[in-house]
């Protein structure tokens, strides 16, 4: 699904150069759940937001369902992010403005999707993190971690290939952060990859998949047995 090969990235701001990232390979199937660790400033979101096609890599080859982004223009690129990426943040970035039901719609409306299929895509995806009786509300009206079952369904309305996550429990208590993991959890189980950053250690170890990075390299450590095994 997802395949990088000797990507790097290197920033270039007056006449410093920061290697964000050093050159690494990176495989992961349909359906995995992987963990990004590691300490504030060894690269933890330029990995986020290259995988996310939000920047570009500044070397090596990055396929993604088999099609090399590599050689894509913008336009092609954002075609390829709002179908084949769901995007879930820290700070859930909802529309406050918008009910729960325009909020999901909104990223549909850029695909070609007409209107039954959008409701259809909607209602599916507020039932699946149990809010179907909220599409009405607005985003103020709900708990942290309501608003964070909203994003997740709006980034799964659009069936996309897999779902990042930045630090999706960063702003909620413990309990809520524990219902965002199952809920998390049994998407994967559904049969889309999460690739998901954290700064918890028990969160990551929920991940079959721990990727750790240090000063811009990224090692994997092994396979997590537990947490595949229950899976
Ligand atoms: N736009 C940029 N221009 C120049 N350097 C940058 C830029 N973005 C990030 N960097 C540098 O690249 C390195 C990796 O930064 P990055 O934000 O990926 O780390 P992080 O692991 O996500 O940190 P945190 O956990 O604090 O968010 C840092 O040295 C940072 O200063």
Not at 135 to 164: C, D, E, M, N, W
Request: glycine share 8%.
């Amino acid at each position: 699904m997802l395949k990088m090969v000797q990507v790097a990235k290197t920033y270039y701001t007056d006449s410093i150069q920061t290697q964000a990232l050093c050159p690494f390979d990176l495989n992961i199937a349909q359906g995995e759940f992987v963990a990004v660790t590691g300490p504030s400033g060894s690269g933890k979101t330029t990995f986020l937001n290259i995988a996310g096609l939000l920047e570009n890599h500044s070397a090596g080859q990055y396929f993604l369902d088999g099609q090399d982004i590599t050689l894509l223009n913008d336009k092609d690129r954002s075609k390829i992010r709002n179908e084949k990426i769901g995007f879930i943040f820290q700070s859930f970035n909802l529309i406050p403005e918008l009910n729960l039901y325009d909020n999901i719609d909104m990223p549909l409306r850029y695909r070609q999707f007409n209107s039954k299929e959008r409701h259809n895509r909607i209602m599916g995806a507020l039932e699946q993190v149990g809010l179907a009786g909220r599409k009405g509300h607005y985003p103020q009206q709900l708990s942290g971690g309501q608003q964070q079952r909203v994003a997740i369904a709006r980034a799964l309305a659009g069936t996309p290939s897999f779902l990042l996550a930045d630090e999706p429990t960063g702003n909620l208590d413990s309990q809520m952060a524990t219902g965002i993991m199952a809920l998390l959890t049994d998407i994967q189980r559904q049969g889309t990859s999460i690739i998901m950053v954290t700064h918890d250690p028990q969160q990551a170890q929920q991940a079959e998949r721990i990727i750790e990075v240090r000063d811009g390299i990224l090692s994997e450590s092994q396979r997590n047995v537990k947490a595949a095994a229950i899976a």
